[in-house]
Each structure stands twice: as structure tokens, then as C-alpha cells.
């Protein structure tokens, strides 16, 4: 069976190269609502992109421990998706997930294998998980920093565990990426980008031909 995985491009800003984005051929398409990050994206401009999204990609909204308030008014928006990129606990990934009613992804963050002792249960209460590497203690961003973590550590995973693959990823390590660990997705953001925030069209075209030219070899 041939190996196809999810693409997603996080951390989009713009109409411009969400456009860029659908054109490529990407799976899904991230948008940060957490106004510390610098690819965050006002209320207004989220509401346009979701809607030049819908029916043409999957939309993603990034929020990180969002309050009851902020989960309705994303769910409102109608996104495909809400990923959870905070110290979310299950038991509040389950009331999320119930509340908006719409699928979530669960960022987790991986820095050694003890970390992956987290794993078992989101599962239970999320819809697709999200590795990527463990931020630093006291950091104000929980991901988008460019650093991989050691992928060695995932040979200790239930292999049944579907999970897509974040942090450090580019286009010249995505394909070494793929053929180590061969998750079910990627997730790329600074990695596409010349700059913090600031997306780069041909940077994300060559991270999904690097993708696609790996797996069809897998």
C-alpha cells in the first residue's frame, strides 16, 4: 500500500499564501489565534481565511489553554479542526472537544522517552495527536522554535499509535524525517518561513515535493 502522508503547513497569515498553500497540494492548513506567537492571526482575518479554506483544505485553529469563552467563539468560526498546543489536561481536552464540537488535534511535547508516558491518555479524548518537540522550561511559546527533537526516542511507541510529526521539520530533513519514523502526518512552520511569521511560497512548494518524492519511495 502506498505511503501518503498528511501535510500540514501551520502558522499561516496570510490570504496570499494560504492560497500558496492549497496550490501546493498540502493536507491542512494551520492558523495560531495566541497573541504571543508571532504567527498569530486577529479574530477578522482568522474568519476570512477559514472561509476561503472551507470545502479546499482542512482549516486548523491553534489556541493555547483556551478559556470556555474562546473555544466557543472558534467553534463558531466552524474551522475543521481545533489544535490544542497548551498544558491542556485530558480531562480538559475532553470538555473541549465535547464543547465545540469539532475534532481536536493535542499537541504533545517529546523530549525524552518518559515523555512519551503522556501519549496513552489523550488518545482516549482527542482525535489526532501532534509530537513535537518539548518546549524549554518557562518558554512563553509551546512550539514554532525550528528545533527537531530526537526521533530515536518514538522507536518506543506502540507502533498502532497514529500521530503526525512536528518541530524542526524542512524541507531538506523532511524525507529523512519520513523514512525514520514514517508518521501518519507532518506539520511544518518555521521551517517554510524567512523570517518568524513571515511564510516563504517557495520554501513551502519545496517542503511538499521533498515530502511527496519520500514517501512515494517508502
Known amino acids: 500500500m502506498s505511503y501518503s502522508p498528511i501535510i500540514k503547513i501551520c502558522g499561516v497569515r496570510s ?90 488535534l493535542k499537541a504533545i511535547g517529546i523530549g525524552a522517552s518518559n515523555d512519551l508516558d503522556q501519549i496513552g491518555p489523550y488518545e482516549e479524548v482527542c482525535d489526532r495527536l501532534l509530537l513535537d518537540a518539548k518546549a524549554p522550561k518557562n518558554s512563553e511559546l509551546p512550539g514554532g522554535r525550528g528545533v527537531a527533537f530526537d526521533w530515536q526516542v518514538l522507536a518506543g511507541l506502540d507502533q498502532e499509535v497514529g500521530f503526525m510529526l512536528s518541530g524542526g521539520l524542512t524541507p531538506k530533513n523532511v524525507g529523512e524525517a519520513l523514512k525514520k519514523v514514517r508518521p501518519l502526518g507532518i506539520d511544518v512552520s518555521s521551517g517554510v518561513e524567512r523570517e518568524p511569521g513571515v511564510k516563504d511560497a517557495a520554501l513551502i512548494a519545496d517542503f511538499i515535493s521533498a515530502a511527496r518524492a519520500a514517501a512515494a519511495e517508502l
Do not use: Y
Request: glycine share 6%; net charge negative; no cysteine.
Open 15 to 104: 490570504p496570499k499564501i494560504l492560497e500558496a498553500v492549497i496550490e501546493t497540494g498540502a493536507d491542512m492548513v494551520g492558523f495560531v489565534h495566541f497573541p504571543r506567537s508571532p504567527r498569530h492571526v486577529e479574530l477578522d482575518p482568522l474568519t476570512e481565511m477559514i472561509s476561503l479554506a472551507r470545502g479546499r483544505i482542512e482549516s486548523v485553529v491553534l489556541l493555547v489553554n483556551p478559556d470556555n469563552s474562546q473555544v466557543a467563539e472558534i467553534a463558531a468560526l466552524d474551522p475543521d479542526w481545533i489544535q490544542l498546543h497548551g498544558p491542556e489536561s485530558p480531562h480538559r481536552v475532553d470538555a473541549i472537544r465535547a464543547g465545540a464540537g469539532i475534532p481536536i
